[in-house]
């Protein structure tokens, strides 16, 4: 049911399964129902709390809950995707540095990506993502599959800047018979600066996302300490107070928006 209701313009996508048609495309996030019920569950709390604080109808805040449920799913499936996608960042740079280090002991392609492999289950576990990667690749080399080409299909699927230029690197050392290991420590050196840098904006914008966070809370405090200390101004619903009521509701989930695409900068 769910997933009809938020059919949009992105089915037009063709789902790519790789090569040998087996891997993931990590444009999509594939929601278990369990998903499904925290994104619903999250979407559906938000509305009921703001609707009872508000107007203290139970019937509507019910019905605004499951309202607000169902976009809500859209939103937790975007952040579900985005997070495998970062995780997936850095468990590629870890592969490269295992690489970097089979390469520097005189490895050729097919044993420097079986010994990481290796290194890579110990760290990472049997169904992580990376893992499950590089055992398609070491597949893919061995069914005669050239490497270039299974790395330029990770790069397609998974849709991650930072593998696509290290794959165009990667293959243009091999074609010009470059130094692969150098190739591939200076890939791991990028990748790594860059997650370092967004840690460290991280950092910094913290205060700023818990001072956003805290703004968004405090009508709800407000509202709550009014009705409290016997305002009846605050919960009786006339039709001004509840047009007010609407009205601020409005702006500060837009300035909320607005809060959050300031503080969100990607790299």
């Given at each position: 049911m769910f997933e009809r209701i938020l059919?949009?313009?992105?089915?037009?996508?063709?789902?790519k399964h790789g090569l040998m048609g087996n891997a993931d495309d990590?444009?999509?996030?594939?929601?278990?129902?369990?998903?499904?019920?925290?994104?619903?569950?999250?979407?559906?709390?938000?509305?009921?709390?703001?609707?009872?604080?508000?107007?203290?109808?139970?019937?509507?805040?019910v019905i605004l809950g499951s309202i607000c449920g169902i976009p809500a799913i859209k939103?937790?499936?975007?952040?579900?995707?985005?997070?495998?996608?970062?995780?997936?960042?850095?468990?590629?740079?870890?592969?490269?540095?295992?690489?970097?280090?089979s390469y520097s002991s005189?490895?050729?392609?097919?044993?420097?990506?079986?010994?990481?492999?290796?290194?890579?289950l110990s760290l990472y576990g049997e169904k992580s993502d990376i893992v499950n990667e590089t055992r398609i690749i070491?597949?893919?080399?061995?069914?005669?599959?050239?490497?270039?080409?299974?790395?330029?299909?990770?790069?397609?699927?998974?849709?991650?800047?930072?593998?696509?230029?290290?794959?165009?690197t990667f293959e243009s050392g091999l074609r010009q018979g470059g130094?692969?290991?150098?190739?591939?420590?200076d890939s791991r050196k990028i990748i790594n600066d860059k997650i370092e840098i967004e840690m460290e904006i991280k950092t910094i914008l913290t205060e700023k996302e818990n001072e956003l966070n805290i703004m968004m809370v405090m009508p709800l405090i407000i509202m709550s300490a009014l009705s409290g200390i016997g305002t009846m101004s605050a919960v009786v619903n006339t039709p001004l107070t509840v047009t007010v009521k609407i009205f601020a509701i409005l702006l500060f989930g837009a300035a909320y928006m607005m809060g959050r695409k300031i503080v969100n900068i990607r790299m």
């Open positions: 059919k949009k313009k992105e089915d037009t996508y063709v789902e990590y444009h999509i996030y594939h929601m278990r129902m369990t998903d499904y019920l925290v994104g619903f569950l999250i979407g559906f709390a938000l509305g009921f709390v703001v609707v009872m604080i508000f107007f203290r109808i139970t019937v509507m805040a939103f937790y499936r975007k952040y579900r995707k985005e997070k495998r996608q970062k995780d997936l960042l850095i468990e590629f740079r870890d592969l490269l540095e295992a690489l970097t280090t005189g490895k050729n392609t097919m044993e420097a990506f079986a010994e990481s492999y290796q290194d890579l070491i597949a893919g080399m061995t069914n005669n599959i050239i490497i270039e080409d299974l790395l330029r299909d990770f790069a397609e699927r998974c849709g991650l800047d930072d593998v696509e230029s290290f794959t165009a130094d692969i290991r150098q190739v591939v420590w």
